[in-house]
């Protein structure tokens, strides 16, 4: 049975940081894709950042770069994000996700197989 499990969200000032974990556990497809969404009450989950099975390639949503960062450690079978500068509007429920390996990085929600069952990140003062 596949397992994602996250963690690390919370509530956070504007301007601050937060690292969010993903726990992967049970077969998989080989070499899968690893990706993070987010989705805020009444909107559509939304694609955030993507890293490929060798974590040579990322990808991420154009209003998050350079301030968040996807890494993954397959050792230990986690994928994390780090979330710096936080803004209110990033205030959401944030997933984690895994999609068969692709030559293109998917941003597509209906794309990926597995998801967690998400982590609440609150910005605010």
């Known amino acids: 049975q596949v397992q994602l499990v996250e963690s690390g969200g919370g509530l956070v000032q504007p301007g601050g940081s937060l690292r969010l974990s993903c726990a992967a556990s049970?077969?998989?497809?080989?070499?899968?894709?690893m990706g993070w969404f987010r989705q805020a009450p009444g909107k559509e989950r939304e694609f955030v950042a993507v890293?490929?099975?060798?974590?040579?390639?990322?990808r991420y949503v154009d209003s998050v770069k350079g301030r968040f960062t996807i890494s993954r450690d397959d050792a230990k079978n986690t994928v994390s994000l780090q979330m710096n500068s936080l803004k209110a509007e990033e205030t959401a429920v944030y997933y984690c996700?895994?999609?068969?390996?692709?030559?293109?990085?998917?941003?597509?929600?209906?794309?990926?197989?597995?998801w967690g069952q998400g982590t609440q990140v609150t910005v605010s003062s």
């Open positions: 890293i490929s099975w060798s974590g040579r390639t990322t």
């Open positions: 996700a895994a999609t068969p390996s692709s030559m293109v990085l998917r941003t597509v929600a209906s794309d990926y197989s597995y």
């Open positions: 049970g077969r998989f497809f080989s070499n899968p894709n």
